[in-house]
């Protein structure tokens, strides 16, 4: 499992910030919004994840209705 750095931002704020251990950067920001992600940041409710080791940055938007439901 690998630490991420999970932050939840509205629009340009960081409203909350913390350390997610996971398999993947996806469940990481699941795991930090309580509910599925979509690999898109295009709301302005969104999360960055961070994975340091990796060097990498990825970014996560709340599912749309219809995707939550197709993944159950």
């Given at each position: ?48 994840v ?23």
């Amino acid at each position: 499992m690998a630490r991420y750095q999970v932050e939840e931002i509205y629009g340009d704020t960081v409203v909350s910030s913390g350390v997610v251990v996971e398999d993947d950067p996806m469940k990481a920001a699941e795991q930090a919004a309580g509910q599925r992600v979509s690999p898109r940041a295009l709301q302005e409710h969104w999360f960055r994840v961070v994975d340091e080791e990796q060097a990498a940055v990825y970014e996560y938007s709340l599912a749309a209705r219809d995707e939550q439901d197709a993944r159950v």
